[in-house]
């Protein structure tokens, strides 16, 4: 006779196989639900990404799946890493005695051999840079020791005066990222030969940009108009213009080893930064109708000159430098070219299109602002639609499908026809809600 249980004298056996068939149902019912939520999780994912493909109108190929425990991209979660994409072989091995901008030691040169653990074939990723003649080189000060930073640093040609870290070129700073305009000498496979740099040798890379005046220099986004009015300013204005101000806060430190000699003004005016050739190329004039001239005359050269010369001639300066592996033709300002970009940032294949207004989004885009910003607006969306905003993809293959894009307070639904872009709805930004 099995034993009964003390407080409801039920027999303990068949309570005990009760428990475990329950037992049993329980393991099952949580497999069934952990599979429901992996399906539904898959579901879930797969849908999203059905909409944001719609939505793009554009597969992504290159893009890595996300994990499946990470419906949002990672960027996206904060989740931010970045990898060096390769690290400088230089000729300065310690802080002490490295130029404190690149300006200042032109023959300083450096290599940078992209890791192959980035890309399969490093060499692709530098198709095409060979059309330039200068890349921004983005890189960790990763010999800074100590992480610590301040808000305020002295910069030591300031002499002790403290400024906002913000607004120096100080390697003590949140995320310790320096930034350096160099030479982009030649290209060899894997390897971007540079000269002009101010970072020792192991420095980190993580990223390189080619320069282009047009969208990195502001004097090249004026008119030739402004661009005389402000070489004209008086010259105790100019003194106060950025331009001016840039050169002082380009060699700080608040670090007094890594200080070095002053004499180096000469040597300080950027070859990147044609005003400051102008004005080095007519320091001299007392005749401001004749400084008017000339620079007129050297803005519509640099306007106008599709003048092409070979790497060698454009960096006439570095005899020992060889044309790169792919010679290609620069255009350049007379004699001597401060930069040299690919052609097609200058000459697009894609050409600007003509932008219009339906008589109702002209008429919706007045309702909901007042004049004076509607103007504003409609003259940012021409901006927008004029330079063509779609991706290769969409130009292709999703030519009649309508694209939508907001401008600040404004949902604008346009579409494109050959040779222009047409704005067929304007309305207020509805509130989204915030994903969560
Ligand atoms: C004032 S910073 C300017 C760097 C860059 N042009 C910028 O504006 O971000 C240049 C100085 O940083 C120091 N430096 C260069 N490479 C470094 C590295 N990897 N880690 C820490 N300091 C570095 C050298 O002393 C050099 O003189």
Known sequence: MSPLCDCCGDDI???????????KEIKNLR?????AVRGHRKHMLSIQSA??????????????????????????QGNIQT?????ITSCFSVKNGTPRQPTICGPSRAELRIEQSVFNNPEHALVGLEQYSHVWIIFLFHKNGHLSYKAKVKPPRLNGQRVGVYSTRSPHRPNALGLTLARLDKIVGDTIHLSNIDMIAGTPVLDIKPYIPEYDNP?????????????????????????????RDDDDDDDDED????????????????????????????????????????????????????????????PKTKPPVAA????????????????????????????????????????????????EAAAA????????????????????????????????????????????????????????
């Open 13 to 23: 056996n068949k309570l005990n196989q009760q428990i475990s068939v329950m037992r």
């Open 31 to 35: 497999q069934m639900l952990d599979s």
């Open 381 to 436: 969306i021409r901006g927008v639609l004029s330079a063509d905003p779609r991706s290769v993809y969409r130009r292709t293959r999703c030519r009649d499908r309508l694209f939508f894009f907001t401008l600040d307070t404004a949902d604008i639904t346009c579409w494109f026809g050959q040779g222009f872009a047409e704005v067929l709805q304007v309305r207020p930004v509805e509130q989204h809600i915030a994903s969560v």
């Open 259 to 318: 200080d070095f000699s002053r004499d180096n003004s000469e040597a300080d005016i950027s070859v990147a930064d044609p005003s400051q050739l102008v004005r080095a190329q007519f320091p001299l004039h007392k005749d401001l109708q004749g400084v008017l001239e000339g620079v007129k005359a050297y803005v519509t050269q640099q306007d106008h000159c599709q003048l092409t010369c070979s790497r060698e001639d454009t960096f006439s300066d570095s």
């Open 328 to 375: 290609v033709d620069h255009p350049c300002h007379g004699e001597e070219a401060h930069s040299a970009i690919a052609g097609w940032i200058r000459e697009p294949p894609v050409s600007s299109l003509e932008v219009r207004f339906t008589p109702q989004a002209e008429r919706e885009l007045a309702e909901f602002l007042p004049t004076n910003l509607s103007e």
């Open 219 to 247: 004097d090249s986004r004026m008119s030739s108009d402004e661009r005389v009015d402000i070489l004209n300013t008086p010259k105790d204005s100019a003194d106060q213009s950025g331009l001016k101000r840039e050169r």
């Open 51 to 76: 909409v944001t493909k719609m939505e793009l109108c554009e597969p992504d190929k290159d893009q890595t799946p996300p994990p499946a425990s990470s419906p949002q991209p990672a960027l996206e």
């Open 83 to 87: 990898v060096p994409i390769g690290y």
